[in-house]
Each structure stands twice: as C-alpha cells, then as structure tokens.
C-alpha cells in the first residue's frame, strides 16, 4: 500500500480546480424518512455491496494522500452504522498528522446523545444537523419517522460536549416559510449558525412535487431583508454555501443555491457513496465505481489512485439543475440518501 507522501501530485480537475473537499457516505440508511431525501418504503443496499469500514479508511486515506484537506462524513445518517466509531477513530491519525485539516460530519442528530462525546474525541469540532422545524408535529410530517425531542436532546449533548453545531434547514414552500424568523431567532440565542437549502431535484420523486416544495432562497433572503441588515460575507468553510451576517443579532446565514444561483465555479468538491461510487458533481449522473479497484488491489493502492485521477479528470464544470421551466431539468435518479447529503 502506498504510504501517504507530502509531496505526492494534487488532484486538480480539467478546470483548473483544486479538489480538496471529500464528502463520504457511509451508510444509505437512515432512521428517519425525509419527504425530500428517501421514500417512504426503501429499498436498501445489500452488505455486501457496501465498503466495509476497512475499506472506508484505505478510500479515504487514498484521498488524504492525493490532497484532500477536509473529510465530510455523511449518510442516509452516518450515525446508524454499527461500529462508525472505529471508522472515525481511524481517521484521527490523519488528524494528527496534519494531513487532513477538518473532520466533519452531518447527521440528523437522532444519534449525537450516544456518539457527541466520541466524536470530540475523535478530533471531529464542527457538525450540521438537518433540521427543517421546530414545530413537533410538523417535524413527524417532514421526516415520517423522526421525533423532534429527540433532535433537540442530541444537539444539547453534542454542544454540552463542546462540539460547534450548525443547523442545516431544506427551504421548503408552504411548510416551514412561517419558520423563518423563529428559526433565526432561536439559532442567535444558541449561538449556532443556520444555513437554508433550496430543494434539489433528486430521486424518484413519486407523490413529491419538487416544483410545489420549491422556495428560491432570493425570496427567503429578501424576507430576512425586511427586519434584519444582511452583510455578505467573504468567509467559505470550503462548501457550497455563500454567508452573510445579521448585524442585529450578529450571527451568521448561509445560503446554499444551487438553483437560484449556480455555486460551481468554485466547487471543490467530490462524493463517495456508501458502496464506492465517486461523483464528481452532485447534479449529474457521471460516476467512477472506486469500489472493485479497491478490492481487486489489497495491497497495491496504484491502480486505485489511478482511478480517482481518472475520474478527478471528468469533472464537469457544473450541474444542470432547473426549476425555470416549472419542471425539475436536470433531475438525477438517485436518492439523496445514497449519494450522502
């Protein structure tokens, strides 16, 4: 297995991008069943067909070596595959070693009451969780199967055991536009930041209507507008989202577009799902199955470092995302669940 060489070449795509950005499915279950993620009744990987937490550790060790600074750990919810701490506790050499710079992970925050004190001491800092309502009832409709105290309980623990919690909320019309200022409110006296997310259109989307769910972020913005100050700041935590602050309160909005205002230009960014699929652009169907490479070479990481180069090359200057015409352009098949959120 190659060793993990400081000077070893960068991946850098056809468009001049350095690729420094990994996010990483390790799991396409989940306990909840968000309306906008999953369907209702899913249909899930086999096992076999899953990297093993192993093989996670030489994938994303591969990565590290190749230049990647910053680990995105994702699901359907990361936090439900049985033995994840051994993953994450893997990857704290790289930690230490300063190879890689951030640990991350997004999670829907069932699970942090169990896992907030491991994950700080695995060297994780920072953590999303996805959390579109602070209206129990309403929380029950979005996810199916989620309880909103639950949520709450877990970003409490995982704040109690001094990791920095950042809410992600899906903008949803007619479901949570009243949401708006008490979310802001609320996020501003807990001290987390908040990032809105336009709905993309990905999945079967079955009795989902994309177009109806749809709010542009223009208009969310433009609400905020009304009672608060928006200054746009320069600031990037290496994803797509663009921030400004609220000079009333002081905190921090992000805003991730990616059909009102296509954030690809910057992207530096790839996904790996749970079954070793690398994506090299979220909104489009191209992929690089890492997976059987990895298999066929237990002990010679060259033929899958060539692969990822292979695969860094192919990726496309942006996606196709469009709601414009009133129909969801540039739909992909797979649910968000398996690419990883």
């Known amino acids: 297995?190659?060793?993990?060489?400081?000077?070893?070449?960068?991946?850098?795509?056809?468009?001049?991008?350095?690729?420094?950005?990994?996010?990483?499915?390790v799991t396409d279950r989940c306990d909840f069943r968000c309306v906008y993620c999953m369907s209702e009744n899913m249909t899930f990987l086999p096992k076999k067909e899953l990297l093993s937490l192993e093989e996670l550790d030489r994938m994303c060790s591969a990565f590290i070596g190749r230049g990647i600074r910053k680990l995105r750990i994702t699901g359907g919810e990361p936090l439900v595959r049985r033995g994840i701490m051994t993953f994450f506790d893997g990857m704290t050499r790289h930690l230490d070693s300063g190879a890689l710079e951030e640990l991350t992970v997004t999670t829907n925050g069932s699970q942090l009451d169990r896992f907030a004190t491991d994950l700080y001491a695995a060297g994780v800092r920072r953590i999303n969780v996805s959390l579109d309502t602070l209206d129990a009832a309403k929380f029950q409709k979005v996810t199916r199967w989620g309880h909103l105290a639950k949520v709450l309980s877990g970003i409490e623990a995982a704040r109690n055991a001094g990791l920095r919690v950042k809410v992600n909320t899906v903008a949803l019309k007619g479901f949570n536009e009243d949401e708006l200022f008490p979310l802001a409110a609320w996020c501003a006296r807990e001290d987390m930041d908040l990032t809105?997310?336009?709905v993309m259109p990905m999945g079967d989307l079955g009795n989902e209507d994309r177009i109806g769910q749809y709010w542009p972020i223009t208009?969310?913005?433009?609400?905020l507008a009304t009672r608060f100050t928006l200054t746009d700041l320069p600031e990037s935590t290496g994803g797509p989202a663009r921030y400004v602050r609220l000079e009333e309160t002081g905190q921090k909005i992000g805003f991730i577009t990616p059909l009102t205002?296509?954030?690809c230009e910057s992207c530096n960014r790839v996904r790996m799902t749970c079954t070793g699929d690398l994506f090299m652009c979220l909104g489009q169907e191209d992929k690089a199955s890492l997976r059987d490479i990895l298999r066929a070479h237990?002990?010679?990481d060259g033929p899958l470092l060539r692969a990822i180069e292979a695969a860094i090359a192919r990726k496309p200057e942006g996606h196709d995302f469009d709601y414009s015409r009133q129909k969801p352009d540039g739909q992909v098949s797979r649910h968000m669940s398996h690419t990883g959120g």
């Open 261 to 263: 205002h296509n954030f």
């Open 219 to 223: 208009d969310l913005r433009a609400r």
């Open 298 to 300: 237990p002990e010679d």
């Open 196 to 198: 809105f997310i336009e």
């Open 1 to 25: 297995m190659l060793s993990l060489m400081s000077n070893a070449p960068r991946l850098i795509d056809p468009f001049a991008r350095p690729i420094t950005y990994l996010r990483v499915s």
